[in-house]
């Protein structure tokens, strides 16, 4: 349990047996004398406990809701604050469901005082052990600037080795972008695979119109253009009129001659609802 954890348990058991003296005050005044030896005898055992630990423990180790004791010094003990917390709650389950308890112990009815400090820590008053258990903020910006650190330095590693350092350009070596290959070569790439450099695409070869990024249709993130002498064509054309983009499908580099003898449907069969156009060969 952390200090702070500690504390609040401490007050609330130092705020329980306040409500148990009030009890007991009250049923003094009962006419019901049975009842009140009952009481009485739970409650004084319940209230010894509590101002053990309360008393135990004489500072509490938060400046904010330090508890002193009138009798007690604050180093008295060295019991660690796990095993008070474990203690209290233990005793408090045995307390609430035991009635057979001998006659209270009034060696502890010192009540406890709350004073206010408005220091700033969790270190009290001549207790030097407390200092090495809580960590320094200064310790935790440390930490937390060496893990930015870390972070950037593995950033620049990717983007130096995806980025910077290209691939052998040698035909048929692996290329992300048609820049990574030779003149004359292009990078043929296939669902935003690695691809592999290749001559300028040939008859048949798949290709993409004007050279641009390909869209789904035909699955190709960059494809070849075609060598000198053909034309890439295109099955199909789909052309959203909202987004101002043309999906080509099956695109494929045809000799001049071959692409000329194709019969095409000049007009365009229109969704109005999705704006789309697809233009038949």
């Given at each position: 349990?952390?200090?702070?954890?500690?504390?609040?348990?401490?007050i609330s058991?130092?705020?329980?047996?306040?409500?148990i003296?009030e009890?007991l005050?009250?049923?003094?005044k009962?006419?019901f004398?049975?009842?009140?030896?009952?009481?009485?005898?739970?409650l004084?055992?319940?209230?010894?406990?509590?101002?053990?630990w309360?008393?135990?423990?004489?500072?509490?180790?938060i400046?904010?809701?330090k508890i002193?004791?009138a009798?007690?010094?604050?180093n008295q003990?060295?019991?660690?604050?796990?095993?008070?917390?474990?203690?209290?709650?233990?005793?408090?389950?045995?307390?609430?469901?035991s009635?057979?308890?001998?006659k209270?112990?009034?060696?502890?009815?010192?009540?406890?005082n709350?004073i206010?400090d408005?220091?700033?820590?969790f270190?009290?008053?001549?207790?030097?052990s407390?200092?090495?258990q809580?960590p320094?903020?200064s310790d935790?910006?440390?930490k937390?600037?060496i893990?930015?650190?870390?972070?950037?330095?593995?950033f620049f590693?990717?983007?130096?080795v995806?980025?910077?350092v290209q691939?052998?350009?040698?035909?048929?070596?692996?290329?992300?972008?048609p820049?990574h290959?030779?003149?004359?070569e292009?990078?043929?790439?296939?669902?935003?695979?690695?691809?592999?450099?290749?001559?300028?695409?040939?008859?048949g070869c798949?290709?993409q119109?004007?050279?641009v990024k390909?869209?789904l249709?035909?699955?190709?993130?960059?494809s070849?253009?075609?060598?000198e002498?053909l034309?890439?064509?295109?099955?199909?054309?789909i052309?959203?009129?909202?987004?101002?983009?043309v999906?080509?499908?099956?695109?494929?580099?045809?000799?001049?001659e071959?692409?000329q003898?194709?019969?095409?449907?000049?007009?365009?069969?229109?969704?109005?609802?999705?704006t789309?156009?697809?233009?038949?060969?």
């Amino acid at each position: 349990m952390t200090p702070q954890g500690l504390c609040r348990r401490l007050i609330s058991a130092h705020q329980e047996m306040e409500v148990i003296d009030e009890i007991l005050t009250s049923a003094k005044k009962s006419d019901f004398q049975n009842d009140y030896l009952e009481l009485n005898a739970n409650l004084s055992k319940k209230k010894e406990y509590l101002l053990k630990w309360v008393s135990r423990f004489g500072i509490c180790p938060i400046a904010e809701c330090k508890i002193h004791h009138a009798d007690l010094k604050p180093n008295q003990s060295k019991t660690t604050t796990k095993r008070a917390a474990s203690e209290i709650s233990s005793h408090n389950d045995q307390a609430n469901s035991s009635k057979d308890f001998k006659k209270p112990n009034r060696k502890h009815t010192a009540k406890a005082n709350f004073i206010s400090d408005k220091r700033v820590g969790f270190r009290a008053p001549n207790d030097a052990s407390s200092s090495s258990q809580t960590p320094r903020p200064s310790d935790c910006s440390a930490k937390n600037n060496i893990f930015t650190f870390m972070k950037l330095l593995w950033f620049f590693f990717v983007y130096f080795v995806f980025s910077v350092v290209q691939p052998d350009a040698a035909q048929g070596k692996t290329c992300r972008s048609p820049s990574h290959c030779r003149e004359g070569e292009c990078c043929m790439t296939k669902s935003y695979m690695v691809g592999g450099c290749r001559e300028m695409g040939c008859a048949g070869c798949p290709c993409q119109p004007n050279n641009v990024k390909s869209h789904l249709g035909d699955m190709y993130l960059w494809s070849c253009p075609c060598s000198e002498g053909l034309e890439c064509v295109s099955e199909q054309e789909i052309i959203d009129n909202v987004d101002k983009t043309v999906t080509y499908i099956n695109s494929t580099c045809m000799e001049v001659e071959e692409k000329q003898s194709f019969k095409r449907f000049q007009n365009y069969k229109c969704d109005h609802v999705h704006t789309i156009c697809i233009s038949m060969y």
